[in-house]
Each structure stands twice: as structure tokens, then as C-alpha cells.
């Protein structure tokens, strides 16, 4: 039978040789908090070197060259494409949100592709990617307008396109025949 060691008395102090060998308390925490430490300065240094060379935050510039209204082939056809060259020269996204005009209701269109047959969809917004100039057509994310009476080859149509950083851009577009 072995002799069991007396338990150690409540409250007794340890003796001088194992305080001096267990580590300070301080220290264990000081190791389990360096490595979300050396991850945080690391993501701090990346951001600066990227706001530095200017890649940071940078908004979108948004401009909206002149439109063209295709004219519709017969007088009863209500809706017709409207096309806009929109660049964004900025370092961010946009997104163009909503499209108003007095001539009628607009909305965004684009195609949709299916066993080698396109239709029309209705899509909610259309992304001008940061440094690149969206080209509308018929073959592209594009407006649909909806005209409230007939329009006329050559008329001036306004329009008011909403982005979500760029806000209200005015723009004028020209009806014109499709075969333009």
C-alpha cells in the first residue's frame, strides 16, 4: 500500500522553488493574444499601402453621354429601347437604380439566352463597373420605355437617371429609326 501525500493545506503558499518555475500569469495571455495582434497590424498595413496607392474608397464618377430612343417600327407599339453610353472613370461600382422621364414609364431590360432563343427580361439595376464605359443596345442591359403618345424621328427626349452613389443625372436622348 502506498502512502498517500497529505492534501495540501487551504490557504498554504507554495514553496519558492515551484513559484520560480511556474511561468507569471501574465505571460500566458500575453501568448494567446499575440497571434490576433500580429493579424490585426498585418490587415493595417495592407490597407494603408492600398489607400496610399490611391485604390481606397475612391467613388464612382459617373457620366452619361447623349441616348437614342429607337423609334417604333408601327404607330401602335407602345414600348421601345433607349440606350445610354454610361462611363465610370471612378474606383467603385455604381449602380444605376431607376430611370424617369415625362414621354412614359421606364423600366431596365436585358436578354436572356435559352436553348439558342433570347427574350426580354425585366431586371431591378443595372452595375456600371468602376473604369469601364457601359455600351446600351439591344444585345445589352438597356431601358425599355413605355410612351405615353407616338413619338417623332429627330424628337429630344429628357431623361432622369438615378445612380446609387452618383445620384440624379440628367440626359437627353434622340429618337431615331432602329436601323440607325
Known amino acids: 500500500m502506498s502512502v498517500a501525500e497529505p492534501a495540501p493545506e487551504t490557504?498554504?503558499?507554495?514553496?519558492a522553488e515551484a513559484a520560480a518555475a511556474a511561468p507569471p500569469p501574465w505571460r500566458s495571455a500575453a501568448r494567446a493574444g499575440l497571434p490576433p495582434l500580429?493579424?490585426?497590424l498585418l490587415t493595417l498595413a495592407c490597407l494603408t499601402a492600398w489607400a496610399a496607392a490611391g485604390q481606397a474608397g475612391s467613388p464612382a464618377e459617373v457620366t452619361v453621354g447623349q441616348g437614342t430612343v429607337f423609334l417604333p417600327?408601327?404607330?401602335t407599339q407602345p414600348t421601345t429601347g433607349v440606350f445610354f453610353d454610361i462611363g465610370n472613370t471612378g474606383g467603385s461600382d455604381d449602380e444605376l437604380l431607376a430611370v424617369r422621364t415625362e414621354r412614359g414609364e421606364a423600366m431596365f431590360a436585358d436578354r436572356e439566352l435559352t436553348t439558342g432563343a433570347g427574350r426580354m427580361i425585366m431586371i431591378p439595376r443595372i452595375t456600371v463597373a468602376a473604369g469601364t464605359t457601359l455600351e446600351m443596345s439591344p444585345f445589352t442591359p438597356n431601358v425599355m420605355l413605355s410612351?405615353?403618345?407616338p413619338l417623332t424621328n429627330?424628337?429630344?427626349v429628357d431623361f432622369v437617371l438615378t445612380f446609387r452613389?452618383?445620384?440624379e443625372v440628367p440626359a437627353t436622348a434622340v429618337v431615331v429609326p432602329p436601323s440607325s
Open 165 to 167: 452613389q452618383a445620384g
Open 11 to 15: 490557504g498554504a503558499r507554495p514553496s
Open 38 to 40: 500580429a493579424a490585426g
Open 154 to 156: 429627330g424628337e429630344r
Open 73 to 75: 417600327v408601327l404607330d
Open 147 to 149: 410612351v405615353d403618345r
